[in-house]
Nanobody, 118 residues
């Protein structure tokens, strides 16, 4: 059974750092583009960062230079290192896995809360 499980959320002060992890199971991890998305209260879910199977990364402008996405294909893991956190980074963060071939498939984790507050 395909599954994504996030961990690492919590409460952090502005300017602090936090790392998120996502463990994938039940999929051929290396063929998927992995991503992190977030959803703040009253707002739509938005892209944070993605990393393709070849390692090419893409970031939302709001997190460029502060967040780093990485993956470990041997461990079926994807990570999000978040530095210089701001209150506006507060949201539920979701792990995503998507593939286009041989057929489209889109998977989501259950989400982990990140709260940036003093």
């Amino acid at each position: 059974q395909a599954q994504l499980v996030e961990s690492g959320g919590g409460l952090v002060q502005p300017g602090g750092s936090l790392g998120l992890s996502c463990a994938a199971s039940g999929i051929i991890f290396r063929v998927y583009t992995m991503g992190w998305y977030r959803q703040a209260p009253g707002k739509q879910r938005e892209l944070v960062a993605t990393i393709a199977n070849g390692g090419v990364t893409n970031y939302a402008d709001s997190v460029k230079g502060r967040f780093t996405i990485s993956r470990d294909n041997a461990k079926n893991m994807v990570y999000l290192q978040m530095n210089s956190l701001k209150p506006e980074d507060t949201a539920v963060y979701y792990c995503n896995a998507v593939r286009l071939t041989p057929s489209y498939r889109d998977l989501w984790g259950q989400g982990t809360q990140v709260t940036v507050s003093s």
